[in-house]
C-alpha cells in the first residue's frame, strides 16, 4: 500500500497512460531499432518544437546532458563553472567530471534560485560558463542573466532538469546556449527509466553532441572524439512521445496543486511559501516550503501517511565528493539555511485535490490551527 499522501504514484500515474502506452511499446519493439529507432528522431522533433528550439539531442541522464554540454564548449581543467549552492548535487558532478571547478554562487532567499548580483561578482577571467538552475520548476532571473552573461561573452547552460515546460519571455532551456534536460522518472517529463537531452539554436554545437553522444563517432566508421556512449533508449523515446502530449496538462495540475497549498497555508506565520512570480514561470515540480521546525512537520506528516520530501538536506559544497575544492560550512549561509529548512509537500499531478487538503490539514494541526 502506497501511503495515503505520497509524494509520487507512478502505479497511478502510469495505469492512466496505460491505454497509450502498451499499443506505442508493442509497434516499437516489432517496427524499430533497439537503438537509435525512429522515436528518438521523432521525440527529438517534438521536444524541440515544443520547446522552440532548433535542436535536441537526447542524451542517457540529465548528468550527462550537462556534462556533454560542458564538453562541447570545451570546458575543462583550470576553468570555472558558476552554478547555484543550492542545486542538486548531479550539477556539481558534471562540472567535475570534466576536470573544471565549479564556483558557487548563493541564491535569492525569496525565489530559490541563482542570484545574478552574485553571478556577476564571482566573474574571473577564469570563468568559462554559468550554469543557472531553475530549481523546484521556477524560472532564474533570465531577463537579467543573460544581458549579463552576454556583456561578459559567457556561454550559459541552463539545468532544466526539473523545469520542462516552464514558460516567460521563452520556455525554460531555451534562454542560454545549450539547455538540459533530465527525465528521470520523478521529473516533470519522465521516462520509465533513464534519459536526457540538450536543447541548442546552433547547428554546429548540436551536430558535435550527436557526436559526443555515439563514441564520438562521425559516419559509420569513423570515431572522432574520445567519449562517451549515452544515448536517449528508443523505448524511453516512445514512453516520452506520449508523455509530452500531456505535459502542459499535468503542469497545470501542478499549479492547481499549488493553488490549494496558497490558500489553505498562506496565513502560518512560520511557513515560507514559495514566492509568487508570472504565471507560466514555475511549473511546480517541487513545492518546497521553509520553515524553522522542518523535521518536526515533516515527522508529524509521516505520522498521518503524509510524504515530504528534502531537497536537499546536505548542500553540494559540502558533500565528501566536493572535498577537494576546499569549501566549508559556513561558506554558503543562504544555502545551508535552505538545506535545514526546507520542506517539500506533495504535489505530484496524479495526486488528487483531496490529497493535497488532507495534507494542509495535518500542517495545521501540526501548528494547532
Ligand atoms: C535530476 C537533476 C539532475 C540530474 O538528472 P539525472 O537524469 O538524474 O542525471 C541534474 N540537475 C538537477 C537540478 C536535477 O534535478
Redo the contacts with the bound molecule.
Keep these: 500500500m502506497s501511503p495515503h499522501v505520497p509524494s509520487k504514484d507512478y502505479a497511478a500515474h502510469y495505469r492512466s497512460l496505460w491505454t497509450e502506452i502498451a499499443p506505442e511499446l508493442e509497434r516499437v519493439f516489432h517496427e524499430e531499432n533497439p537503438i537509435m529507432g525512429a522515436s528518438v528522431d521523432a521525440f527529438e522533433r517534438e521536444f524541440a518544437d515544443y520547446l522552440g528550439a532548433q535542436h535536441v539531442i537526447g542524451v542517457g541522464?540529465?548528468?550527462?546532458a550537462?556534462i556533454l554540454a560542458l564538453r562541447c564548449l570545451g570546458i575543462g581543467p583550470g576553468d570555472e563553472v558558476l552554478t547555484a549552492a543550492n542545486?542538486?548535487a548531479?550539477?556539481l558532478t558534471a562540472i567535475l567530471s570534466v576536470g573544471a571547478r565549479p564556483v558557487l554562487v548563493e541564491p535569492d532567499p525569496e525565489s530559490w534560485t541563482i542570484d545574478p548580483a552574485r553571478v556577476e561578482a564571482a566573474i574571473t577571467e577564469r570563468t568559462k560558463a554559468v550554469i543557472p538552475?531553475h530549481?523546484y520548476g521556477r524560472l532564474c532571473d533570465m531577463s537579467r542573466l543573460v544581458p549579463m552573461c552576454a556583456e561578459h561573452g559567457l556561454p550559459i547552460i541552463e539545468?532544466a532538469?526539473?523545469a520542462h515546460g516552464a514558460r516567460a519571455e521563452r520556455t525554460a532551456g531555451t534562454f542560454g546556449k545549450f539547455g538540459c534536460f533530465?527525465?528521470?522518472p520523478s521529473?516533470n517529463l519522465g521516462a520509465f527509466g533513464?534519459g536526457?537531452a540538450i536543447a541548442t539554436d546552433d547547428a554546429e554545437a548540436s551536430q558535435r553532441l550527436r557526436e559526443l553522444r555515439n563514441l564520438g563517432k562521425r559516419g559509420k566508421h569513423e570515431f572522432v572524439h574520445v567519449a562517451s556512449n549515452s544515448k536517449l533508449d528508443t523505448l524511453q523515446a516512445a514512453v516520452l512521445r506520449i508523455k509530452l502530449r500531456h505535459l502542459d496538462a499535468w503542469n497545470a495540475q501542478r499549479v492547481a496543486h499549488a493553488t490549494t497549498y496558497y490558500s489553505e497555508l498562506s496565513d502560518l506565520p512560520e511557513l515560507q511559501l514559495p514566492s509568487p512570480t508570472v504565471a507560466g514561470a514555475h511549473v511546480f515540480h517541487l513545492f518546497a516550503i521553509h520553515l524553522d521546525q522542518r523535521d518536526a512537520l515533516r515527522a508529524h506528516l509521516a505520522s498521518h501517511d503524509v510524504r515530504g520530501g528534502l531537497h536537499y538536506p546536505t548542500p553540494p559544497h559540502l558533500q565528501p565528493m566536493a572535498a577537494d575544492l576546499g569549501y566549508v560550512s559556513g561558506d554558503f549561509p543562504i544555502a545551508e539555511a535552505s538545506a535545514r529548512r526546507q520542506l517539500s509537500l506533495p504535489i505530484a499531478p496524479e495526486l488528487s485535490t483531496d490529497q493535497i487538503r488532507f495534507a494542509c490539514g495535518r500542517i495545521r494541526d501540526f501548528f494547532s490551527r
Excluded: E, N
Excluded at 541522464?61 to 550527462?64: E, N, R
Design positions: 541522464s540529465g548528468t550527462d550537462l542545486t542538486f548531479a550539477t538552475v530549481l539545468d532538469a526539473q533530465s527525465f528521470h521529473k533513464d536526457g
